[in-house]
């Protein structure tokens, strides 16, 4: 197993460096749906539970190594990160 992160970071969120406004646009996103009105009525919905949802329907989900560079090249930039899942394209 890798260790990803240090003892010392003070933004870590469920092992995610990222800005605090990139965690709002990501919990935007998943509040967006539909669906997730459904899971409000069984509980509280916080932001390590949808980015664990968030995970799992990753690891579930097949990708090609040609999209998987692709998502890594943007999830590097916080901002074009941001861009994307408001909406933007995945280049």
């Given at each position: 197993?890798?260790?990803?992160?240090?003892?010392?970071?003070?933004?870590?969120?469920?092992?995610?460096?990222?800005?605090?406004?990139?965690?709002?646009?990501?919990?935007?996103?998943?509040?967006?749906?539909?669906?997730?009105?459904?899971?409000?009525?069984?509980?509280?919905?916080?932001?390590?539970?949808?980015?664990?949802m968030a995970?799992?329907?990753?690891?579930?989900?097949?990708?090609?190594?040609?999209?998987?560079?692709?998502?890594?090249?943007?999830?590097?930039?916080?901002?074009?990160?941001?861009?994307?899942?408001?909406?933007?394209?995945?280049?």
């Open positions: 197993m890798f260790t990803t992160s240090k003892d010392q970071n003070s933004q870590a969120i469920l092992g995610v460096n990222t800005s605090y406004d990139s965690m709002l646009a990501i919990e935007a996103l998943i509040l967006s749906n539909p669906m997730m009105n459904e899971l409000k009525e069984i509980g509280k919905l916080t932001k390590t539970t949808l980015c664990k995970l799992m329907e990753f690891i579930s989900t097949p990708v090609s190594s040609r999209k998987l560079k692709r998502l890594f090249n943007a999830a590097r930039d916080d901002d074009k990160f941001r861009a994307i899942i408001q909406g933007g394209q995945l280049e």
